[in-house]
């Protein structure tokens, strides 16, 4: 953590100015609304078990996922106010020839958050250019449904660090003192973590942009100890969105998700690989 708030330090004193110059004004985005959709409905295949022929013998199955990720954020002369709300679900329901529907959740998360970022710096000759400064955000994180064996989680969150902004290439790299009232066991448990993040995009063609985004979540210390509890976890996202037609875009995608459990010995992980559908606007563009 000290060697990357060294490199943040460096990065503000790298050719940089006074940001009175930069953008102002509102910037309203629906960065994403993307949907993921297939059915498969197989009819009679108890009858046709002995058939070398998958199309007649398999499972019928349903998969949807669904996902909103929107900003509107004021930037004003000396600071931005930012306002996010993120939404992201997805579910398979499995029916098979003999035996029970299953239904399995493999995304389920709300997130909305608003923060301030004070606009400090402006580098210009440096990974494309960039804005720097501290910043705070509070945050809510829950669930659309309650998971069978657990609760529904239920988290306000508040962050307070230093953040390289609104870059060329560099939309998003920060570390950051995070807290946490966790309000998904009873009783609840106050929770202390550091974090950082970044988040990348580069054009590659015209039509063509490389998305990336990270996030690794440390926990320190907790007022209430639950066998639920993370050590930490990582959350890592990369897309190619290629435009179809206007603001339509077609993405293959890989999300990756691992987390190491406090009282658990193996580490968790889930891997999401896909291509999805998607539709991308900027309303309204800062100036």
């Not at 100015?17 to 910037?27: E, I, L, N, P, S």
């Not at 306002?83 to 959740?105: A, S």
């Not at 942009?209 to 690794?216: R, S």
């Amino acid at each position: 953590m000290k060697k990357l708030l060294s490199i943040l330090a460096i990065l503000l004193l790298a050719g940089a100015a006074f940001a009175q110059d930069g953008k102002q004004g509102w910037q309203v985005e629906l960065k994403k609304l993307a949907l993921d959709l297939t059915s498969t409905e197989v009819k009679h295949a108890e009858d046709y078990q002995g058939f070398s022929n998958a199309r007649l013998t398999s499972d019928s199955q349903t998969y949807v996922r669904g996902a909103w990720d929107s900003i509107a954020d004021y930037h004003a002369q000396h600071y931005v106010w930012n306002n996010q709300l993120l939404m992201d679900y997805g579910r398979t329901k499995i029916r098979p020839v003999d035996g029970e529907t299953l239904t399995n959740e493999n995304a389920d998360r709300i997130l909305f958050q608003t923060g301030y970022t004070q606009r400090l710096w402006k580098v210009d000759d440096f990974l494309g250019g960039f804005e720097a400064g501290p910043f705070a955000t509070i945050g809510y994180e829950t669930e659309f449904t309650k998971p069978h064996h657990s609760p529904r989680t239920r988290i306000l969150r508040g962050m307070a660090g230093a953040k390289l902004f609104d870059g060329k290439y560099l939309k998003k790299l920060y570390v950051a003192v995070v807290g946490e009232r966790d309000f998904t066991y009873s009783p609840y448990s106050n929770k202390l973590a550091w974090e950082t993040g970044i988040e990348l995009e580069a054009p590659v063609r015209e039509g063509v942009t490389f998305k990336f985004d990270a996030m690794y979540r440390d926990y320190v210390d907790a007022s209430k100890h639950h066998p639920t509890d993370l050590d930490w976890e990582l959350e890592a996202n990369a897309r190619l969105d290629v435009q179809l037609y206007k603001d339509l875009y077609v993405a293959p995608f890989i999300s990756y998700y691992t987390a190491q459990g406090k009282y658990i010995g193996p580490r968790g992980e889930n891997v999401y690989v896909g291509v999805s559908f998607s539709f991308s606007r900027v309303f309204h563009a800062a100036k």
